[in-house]
């Protein structure tokens, strides 16, 4: 089945730090990935996501490529901020057949930024 | 756009007793809305996809007449936890995908209960 495997945290980093945190994937087809961030106390938001080989998403300084050659999907920052502190998730999305486009989560990676 | 509400934010119920959790979308029509549960410093694992108007799928290990899903409109899903047990208290988050969207998902800011 699919599965994503993502970096153990914690991270820690000082401000401006530069942030890679690692994701590769297993999966059956040709899934869409995504990361997720969810900051202390709220639910999860889409942070970027990226559908094809070779695309890179991109929004708030973060990106991430999709590079079917590695199955991976790393996530980067060039200079993080305290208010990037959070758990950031990678995640697969792939047509179990039936239409549903189920999400496959990681274990998630909690960021911290100190000043 | 493309909120999802849930609610209650926090419960506390003792155990034995039943407790429902609801999730909405509000400004967008879902045709499959799911249900999730977190541990403590782990990632969210998939209880049940929910399409509106039909039986929901629930994963394996999740049991359907404890966890009851009831998905009645394209805006409203329930999850009903039966029977509650300490061991059920955890972080459930609800998704919900909409109509025009075949991949993305939109979530809920969850619901944390704790049973006693």
């Known amino acids: 089945g699919d599965s994503v495997t993502q970096m153990e945290g914690p991270v820690t980093l000082s401000e401006e730090a530069f942030l890679t945190i690692n994701c590769t994937y297993t999966a059956t087809g040709y899934p869409s990935l995504f990361w997720y961030v969810q900051y202390p106390g709220e639910g999860l938001q889409l942070l970027l996501k990226?559908?094809?080989?070779?695309d890179k998403g991109s929004n708030k300084g973060f990106e991430a490529t999709y590079r079917k050659e590695t199955t991976s999907f790393h996530l980067e920052k060039g200079s993080v901020q305290v208010s990037d502190s959070a758990v950031y998730f990678c995640a697969l999305s792939d047509d179990s057949g039936a239409g549903s486009y189920q999400l496959t989560f990681g274990k998630g990676t909690k960021l911290s930024v100190i000043p | 756009g493309a909120v999802v509400s849930q609610h209650p934010s926090r419960v506390i119920c003792k155990s034995g007793t039943s407790v429902k959790i609801e999730c909405r979308s509000l400004d967008f029509q879902a045709t499959t809305m799911f249900w999730y549960r977190q541990f403590p410093k782990q990632s969210l694992m998939l209880m049940a996809t929910s399409n509106e108007g039909s039986k929901a799928t629930y994963e394996q290990g999740v049991e359907k007449d404890k966890f009851l899903i009831n998905h009645a409109s394209l805006t409203l899903s329930t999850l009903t936890v039966t029977s509650a047990h300490p061991e059920d208290s955890s972080f459930y988050i609800c998704?919900?995908?909409?109509?025009?969207?075949?991949?993305?998902?939109?979530f809920g800011p969850g619901t944390r209960l704790t049973v006693t």
């Open positions: 990226a559908t094809k080989a070779d």
């Open positions: 998704s919900a995908r909409a109509v025009t969207s075949s991949y993305e998902q939109y």
